[in-house]
Nanobody
Framework: VQLQASGGGLVQTGGSLRLSCAAS????????MGWFRQAPGKEREFVAA????????SYAASVKGRFTISRDNAKNTVYLQMNSVKPTDTAVYYC???????????????????WGQGTLVTVSS
Protein backbone atom coordinates (compact mmCIF):
# COMPACT_ATOMS: atom_id res chain seq x y z
CA VAL A 1 0.00 0.00 0.00
CA GLN A 2 1.24 3.49 -0.86
CA LEU A 3 0.55 6.34 1.54
CA GLN A 4 0.47 10.03 0.62
CA ALA A 5 0.31 12.55 3.46
CA SER A 6 -0.86 16.08 2.76
CA GLY A 7 -2.30 19.15 4.45
CA GLY A 8 0.78 20.46 6.19
CA GLY A 9 1.74 24.10 6.17
CA LEU A 10 2.29 27.17 8.29
CA VAL A 11 -0.21 27.86 11.07
CA GLN A 12 -0.24 30.26 14.00
CA THR A 13 -0.25 29.17 17.61
CA GLY A 14 -3.77 28.27 18.64
CA GLY A 15 -4.87 27.57 15.08
CA SER A 16 -6.06 24.40 13.40
CA LEU A 17 -4.92 22.18 10.60
CA ARG A 18 -6.18 18.92 9.14
CA LEU A 19 -3.77 16.40 7.73
CA SER A 20 -4.86 13.72 5.31
CA CYS A 21 -3.26 10.41 4.43
CA ALA A 22 -4.54 8.95 1.19
CA ALA A 23 -3.81 5.29 0.55
CA SER A 24 -3.58 3.54 -2.78
CA UNK A 25 -2.84 0.06 -3.95
CA UNK A 26 -4.82 -1.71 -1.25
CA UNK A 27 -7.82 -0.99 0.92
CA UNK A 28 -6.89 0.38 4.31
CA UNK A 29 -9.79 -1.47 5.93
CA UNK A 30 -7.31 -4.25 6.73
CA UNK A 31 -4.86 -1.87 8.37
CA UNK A 32 -4.50 -0.13 11.67
CA MET A 33 -3.31 3.41 10.94
CA GLY A 34 -1.05 5.77 12.81
CA TRP A 35 0.46 9.23 12.73
CA PHE A 36 3.98 9.93 13.87
CA ARG A 37 6.06 13.09 13.80
CA GLN A 38 9.69 14.07 13.82
CA ALA A 39 10.84 17.50 14.91
CA PRO A 40 14.21 18.91 13.82
CA GLY A 41 16.99 17.27 15.78
CA LYS A 42 14.65 14.89 17.56
CA GLU A 43 13.63 11.29 17.19
CA ARG A 44 10.39 10.25 15.59
CA GLU A 45 7.53 10.05 18.08
CA PHE A 46 4.06 8.60 18.17
CA VAL A 47 1.14 11.00 17.78
CA ALA A 48 -2.07 9.02 17.30
CA ALA A 49 -3.41 5.71 16.03
CA UNK A 50 -6.71 4.11 15.14
CA UNK A 51 -7.70 0.49 14.60
CA UNK A 52 -8.79 -0.92 11.25
CA UNK A 53 -12.48 -0.55 12.14
CA UNK A 54 -12.11 2.88 13.64
CA UNK A 55 -12.27 1.81 17.24
CA UNK A 56 -9.92 2.50 20.13
CA UNK A 57 -8.14 5.66 18.98
CA SER A 58 -5.06 6.34 21.04
CA TYR A 59 -3.03 9.50 21.49
CA ALA A 60 0.27 10.68 22.84
CA ALA A 61 -0.14 12.60 26.09
CA SER A 62 1.22 15.72 24.42
CA VAL A 63 -1.65 15.91 21.91
CA LYS A 64 -4.55 14.30 23.76
CA GLY A 65 -7.53 16.61 23.86
CA ARG A 66 -6.20 18.71 20.97
CA PHE A 67 -5.75 16.24 18.10
CA THR A 68 -8.29 13.80 16.69
CA ILE A 69 -7.55 10.86 14.42
CA SER A 70 -10.28 9.52 12.18
CA ARG A 71 -10.62 7.36 9.10
CA ASP A 72 -12.91 6.96 6.13
CA ASN A 73 -12.38 3.48 4.76
CA ALA A 74 -14.69 4.22 1.84
CA LYS A 75 -12.31 7.00 0.76
CA ASN A 76 -9.22 5.03 1.78
CA THR A 77 -8.10 8.01 3.80
CA VAL A 78 -7.04 8.74 7.36
CA TYR A 79 -7.15 12.18 8.93
CA LEU A 80 -5.49 14.01 11.77
CA GLN A 81 -7.38 17.06 12.97
CA MET A 82 -5.02 19.33 14.84
CA ASN A 83 -6.55 22.01 17.06
CA SER A 84 -4.99 24.49 19.49
CA VAL A 85 -1.60 23.88 17.94
CA LYS A 86 1.58 24.90 19.71
CA PRO A 87 5.10 25.67 18.46
CA THR A 88 6.14 22.32 19.94
CA ASP A 89 3.88 20.64 17.36
CA THR A 90 6.24 21.79 14.60
CA ALA A 91 7.48 18.65 12.84
CA VAL A 92 7.26 16.49 9.77
CA TYR A 93 4.18 14.33 10.18
CA TYR A 94 4.13 10.80 8.80
CA CYS A 95 1.26 8.39 8.39
CA UNK A 96 1.81 4.67 8.66
CA UNK A 97 -0.14 1.47 8.13
CA UNK A 98 0.02 -1.80 10.06
CA UNK A 99 -1.68 -5.00 9.00
CA UNK A 100 -4.39 -5.42 11.60
CA UNK A 101 -3.79 -9.15 12.16
CA UNK A 102 -0.15 -8.62 13.06
CA UNK A 103 0.77 -8.10 16.66
CA UNK A 104 2.54 -5.02 17.88
CA UNK A 105 1.84 -1.83 19.73
CA UNK A 106 0.29 0.94 17.66
CA UNK A 107 2.44 3.49 19.47
CA UNK A 108 5.67 1.88 18.28
CA UNK A 109 6.93 2.76 14.83
CA UNK A 110 8.54 -0.63 14.29
CA UNK A 111 5.07 -2.22 14.38
CA UNK A 112 4.09 -0.58 11.10
CA UNK A 113 4.49 -2.06 7.65
CA UNK A 114 4.17 0.98 5.39
CA TRP A 115 5.03 4.65 5.69
CA GLY A 116 4.13 7.79 3.79
CA GLN A 117 6.59 10.47 2.78
CA GLY A 118 5.64 13.06 5.41
CA THR A 119 4.15 16.52 5.42
CA LEU A 120 5.69 19.49 7.21
CA VAL A 121 3.73 21.38 9.86
CA THR A 122 5.19 24.64 11.12
CA VAL A 123 3.54 26.45 14.02
CA SER A 124 4.54 30.06 14.45
CA SER A 125 4.55 31.73 17.84
Amino acid sequence: VQLQASGGGLVQTGGSLRLSCAASGRAISNYDMGWFRQAPGKEREFVAAISSIGARPSYAASVKGRFTISRDNAKNTVYLQMNSVKPTDTAVYYCAAKLSFRSGSLSVGASYDYWGQGTLVTVSS
